[in-house]
């Protein structure tokens, strides 16, 4: 008769693939590709640059913790249980990389946004666990202020 699995304890992970948890205890980081032909920045792991089409030249690199607002858009309407109204932004990342995210401590009205706003790129709880209770750290992004 196979033993029961065992149930591994809750943990917490990376929202998604480059939200990176140092196992030595160190502050979770961003983790991107960097082009050594041309300096392209990408978010996360690369194997061809889109830019100059190396193939093979990414080095692995930390992403920075500023940006620039790019786009944005305020999201009236999701799924249930999704709070709304929020800001889905796009933010240029100061050193390379673009982002995908939500802006928070914003109000969310198109006139409280301006283009090109500096902000800094925080990596928190997400505010939810998944089935087996582990929990993930996502990014957002704040005012720099
Ligand atoms: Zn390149």
Redesign the pocket.
Known sequence: MPEAAVKPEPTTKGATNFVKIPKDGSAPYLAGSK??????VYVGDREV??????RG??DAVKLGQTGKLYNFTVVHRNFPGVPVPFISAIVDVDGGGTLKGNLLGVEPKPEAIKFDMPVKIVIKDAGRKDKDGNSYLAYFFEPLS
């Open positions: 082009c050594r032909n041309c300096g392209e640059c889109g830019k100059c089409f190396s030249k990414m």
